[in-house]
């Protein structure tokens, strides 16, 4: 089992950025696919961005391709999310996850598929 703890959320303005951090606690957290999930006000937890366990593939939802940048430090047992030209839109509580089956082929983008999850950092853009 991963233990995840997110931070680097806060108040920025639109067109702004900011880097999420995802740090894990095991052993095996290099065994594991990771997402970045985010969930609003009266809305469905959904995807942003995914990452294979070796980092050498990653998965994002249309709506951040080209603005968000997920990356990993195994060694660091630390998962990122770069977010740059951000939008009000982007308002929500950001979650990393550990995917549940460890060394898959297809960076996964469900929820279902992931099983350890942190307790979110809120990322806010103001217009």
């Known amino acids: 089992q991963v233990q995840l703890v997110e931070s680097g959320g806060g108040l920025v303005q639109a067109g702004g950025s900011l880097r999420l951090s995802c740090a894990a606690s095991?052993?095996?957290?290099?065994?594991?696919?990771m997402g970045w999930f985010r969930q609003a006000p009266g809305k469905e937890r959904e995807f942003v961005a995914a990452i294979s366990w070796s980092g050498g593939r990653t998965n994002y939802a249309d709506s951040v391709k080209g603005r968000f940048a997920i990356s990993r430090d195994n060694v660091k047992k630390t998962v990122y999310l770069r977010m740059n030209g951000l939008k009000p839109e982007d308002t929500a509580v950001y979650y990393c996850a550990a995917d549940r089956r460890p060394f898959t082929v297809v960076v996964a983008t469900r929820v279902a598929d992931f099983g350890s999850w942190g307790q979110g950092t809120q990322v806010t853009v103001s217009s």
């Open positions: 095991g052993s095996t957290f290099s065994n594991y696919a």
